[in-house]
């Protein structure tokens, strides 16, 4: 009799509603998101421990190992720091030298490779952008060989999509064109025309996510300097309002005149400053090991089953730092183990289902997003599967459950033929999908999906979306303002674990789509990314 119940118990267990598949969802977050993980930084004992429970839940899901060793693919990466006291910047004019304050002045970064001295022309780029197909030119008949580029980080006023203006206009396709054109180094000017940030307000749309924690953190880059965004760039230096005022004098030109000028969307002049910048470092570099986690579900079609979808989130978060109402670790619970846990829950659903997807699936925790998109930047260009077999990537980074799903927000949605599959998926779990909200967030380019779009996948992310003027639009500016890259983002956080599970059935969705279609996700004519499309031969 006792087996009967225990049958029943198990059945029962086994037909429970979604209640337990959106429990089930958050206890993977309740594990990675505890104070005894730390944050997750990368190169922490934390974060090793998330790993290591990843990788254990890919093993009893019945997941094939994926990495290069075992579930892990090994990731190097080189923390820098500069040593405070033996790293200075000074303007040199007439055998004059103005010393630069650190920040009141100037800010150098450890992503600048200079470990000793130099002393260099500068030259006033205007925004520093050269995007042909905009006819915008910054560039034009300027010499940059052996001088550092200075330029505002405001958004540039040419006609372009807002992707497009995203991809020409962040860090590592900035610096490559700046770098072609001889530039040995940068010196960004702030948006003089930045207005307290709304809707549709002037945003930078270069400027770099808000650090947090803001106390002095190691700089991490890829141990490999060929996949280094900023290689070759000496000095990165990042000045204020105060300082600008003193690289400008002497100039003719005038920050508040600049700032007047981006403020009506005008071009900017290009000019020589008058002197050398003089920059001493002590650059102090170490390696630190990381590893992205990384399951295979088979395919079942003999020809298809060489092919794979990527389902990736990020498995790091930012670690310790300055505390906030007495609170210091940075948990990240939804800034990603929210992602994290709705990649394994997507993959036991699988494999429970026992569906046989015709594509190979690829559940993939990746590290160091925090730090620039380091792992996924780093399996774009070492994937542990065929490089040309990998036909999409949805990524699930921060998709905010915090209100019931009516509808998901798709970044790419326009760019590719994932649009149709993803509409299609909701549709199937009563759901709507939109455009993104947020255009001038630039998300698209965002996250990990960003290193597969470079490399001509096709790719996805989502948010769970609002209407303007809802009540869902106020929770999530709410969020995004007083949880985002805090303390709070923990498990004390209203979260409606319901609706995470109605989103993962969506996404599950995708996947299978995406996996049995008899041809390949590709790139809308339109899209400005198809681009980076290569040539596959099937
Ligand atoms: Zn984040």
Redesign the pocket.
Known sequence: MRHRYLLLAILALALQPSASDGQRWWTHIEFLADDSLQGRNVGTPGFEKAAGYVEQQFKEIGLKPGGTSGYRQAVKLESRVLVPEESTVALVRDGQSEPLEPREDATLSARGELNGSIDAPMVFVGYGLSVPEARWDDLAGLDLHGKIAVYVTAPVPAEMPDNVRSHVSSTGERWAVLRKAGAIGIATLPNGAAQPSGRGGAQASAAP?PAAPPSPQPTIVLADRELQEQAGQQVSLSVTRRGADKLLAGSGHSFDEIAALIRDKKPLPHFALTGTLRVHATLKREPLDSENVIGIYEGSDPKLKSEYVVMSA?LD??GVGRPQNGDAIYN?AM??ASGVASVIEIARHLKASGAAPRRSIVFMTVTA??KGELGSKYFAAHPTVPAGKIVADINL??FLPLYPLKVIEVQGLTESSLGDAVRAAAKEQGVDVQTDREPEQNRFIRSDQYSFIRAGIPSLAFKFGYEFGSPEEKIRRDWVRDV??KPNDDLNQKVDVDAAATFDRVIGGLLRRVADDPGRPAWNDTSFFKRFAKNHTH
């Open positions: 996510r990020h978060h930012v990240g800034d990603d997003e925090e980074d921060m985002y890259h």
